[in-house]
DNA sequence: CTTGTACCCTGACCGC
DNA sequence: TGCGGTCAGGGTACAA
């Protein structure tokens, strides 16, 4: 999924255009766009004639709350899910998809002012969960402390990581140690507090907590700035790219000169994903 | 409890 | 041109 200053940028974006908007129908184009499976029917029935009040953020979940009792459309769009709102002018959204290419729509929401918000999601790992207030308030729990928060700090990464023997590569994935980060900006964060991704998260030292902390929210800041990373599959509403791609010190740069000391930044395979480090300079 | 692996799905790309 | 293998920014179920 875009990680969290991506889905921060969608937000943005969708917030801009759909808070007050009311939702009048709902198409879904595969039954396995539902995040707990099941049947199709309820979820479209229960959306019909929805406003949506506010847009939010958890993580790297989009939370559509809804009128009048505040349920929750929870959004994910992991890898390749994207969306786009479609002018009143264009109700079909057919011009709208061919000039951004959208070409694997899962879902789409009719709007009452003739608006059309578009889901596409290739290979539709991405998905929606209806819920009560309740339940989202329960599943949101689980997460982790927000990392951007202003009151977000040092120890709470550090109580986050805890005593484990995992990496702190992969720990930082962990969606219950601290919300909203993925494998670029776990990457980034490393190589920029100078601590090597195989290191057992739990033993880290103070001094490394306070770097990786500063680090983190340092990269994700910026990151959110350049309205997130565009490498392959991600986009923010309407196709919009990001910059912050131009930015990364490590990400993807296997064989070019670190930044920092000159030596190849290497790749390693983690929880089956990569991972881009200074094999010098991050001990 | 923690940790590691397989899997969901499709498309782009690379080497042969 | 075609084919097979690999990879992709995520999350979850399940096993050990």
């Given at each position: 999924?875009?990680?969290?200053?991506?889905?921060?940028?969608?937000?943005?974006?969708?917030?801009?255009?759909?808070?007050?908007?009311?939702?009048?129908?709902?198409?879904?184009?595969?039954?396995?766009?539902?995040?707990?499976?099941?049947?199709?029917a309820?979820?479209?029935?229960?959306?019909?004639?929805?406003?949506?009040?506010?847009?939010?953020?958890?993580?790297?979940?989009?939370?559509?709350?809804?009128?009048?009792?505040?349920?929750?459309?929870?959004?994910?769009?992991?890898?390749?899910?994207?969306?786009?709102?479609a002018?009143?002018?264009?109700?079909?959204?057919?011009r709208?998809?061919?000039?951004?290419?959208?070409?694997?729509?899962?879902?789409?929401?009719?709007?009452?002012?003739?608006?059309l918000?578009?889901?596409?999601?290739?290979?539709?790992?991405?998905?929606?969960?209806?819920?009560s207030?309740?339940?989202?308030?329960?599943?949101?729990?689980?997460?982790g402390?927000?990392?951007?928060?202003?009151?977000?700090?040092?120890?709470?990464?550090?109580?986050?990581?805890?005593?484990?023997?995992?990496?702190?590569?992969?720990?930082?994935?962990?969606?219950?140690?601290?919300?909203g980060?993925?494998?670029i900006?776990?990457?980034?964060?490393?190589?920029?507090?100078?601590?090597?991704?195989?290191?057992?998260?739990?033993e880290?030292?103070?001094?490394?907590?306070?770097?990786?902390?500063?680090?983190?929210?340092?990269?994700?800041?910026?990151a959110?700035?350049?309205?997130?990373?565009?490498?392959?599959?991600?986009?923010?509403?309407?196709g919009?790219?990001?910059?912050f791609?131009?930015?990364?010190?490590?990400?993807?740069?296997e064989?070019?000169?670190?930044?920092?000391?000159?030596?190849?930044i290497?790749r390693?395979?983690?929880?089956?994903?990569?991972?881009?480090?200074?094999?010098?300079?991050?001990a």
């Open positions: 999924m875009p990680e969290l200053p991506e889905v921060e940028t969608i937000r943005r974006d969708l917030a801009a255009v759909l808070e007050g908007a009311t939702i009048v129908s709902v198409r879904l184009h595969h039954d396995d766009i539902l995040l707990d499976g099941g049947p199709t309820p979820f479209t029935a229960a959306l019909a004639g929805r406003r949506i009040d506010a847009l939010e953020r958890r993580g790297k979940n989009l939370a559509f709350r809804l009128g009048p009792d505040g349920d929750v459309l929870q959004a994910q769009v992991r890898m390749t899910g994207r969306f786009a709102v002018p009143a002018a264009d109700p079909s959204g057919k709208l998809r061919a000039k951004i290419g959208f070409s694997h729509i899962a879902a789409e929401f009719e709007l009452a002012d003739g608006r918000l578009l889901y596409d999601d290739v290979r539709r790992l991405g998905g929606f969960r209806l819920q207030a309740a339940e989202w308030a329960a599943r949101e729990a689980g997460l402390p927000e990392p951007l928060a202003d009151d977000y700090r040092a120890a709470d990464l550090a109580a986050g990581l805890g005593r484990g023997r995992a990496p702190v590569k992969n720990a930082l994935l962990d969606q219950r140690r601290v919300a980060i993925g494998n900006y776990a990457s980034e964060a490393l190589f920029r507090a100078r601590i090597d991704p195989r290191r057992p998260a739990g880290l030292s103070g001094d490394q907590h306070r770097r990786l902390h500063r680090a983190l929210r340092a990269v994700l800041r910026e959110l700035e350049g309205e997130g990373t565009s490498l392959r599959d991600y986009r923010a509403v309407n919009r790219s990001g910059r791609q131009e930015r990364l010190r490590a990400y993807g740069r064989g070019e000169p670190c930044p920092r000391c000159g030596t190849p290497e390693l395979v983690q929880a089956g994903r990569s991972t881009f480090f200074c094999p010098a300079c991050q």
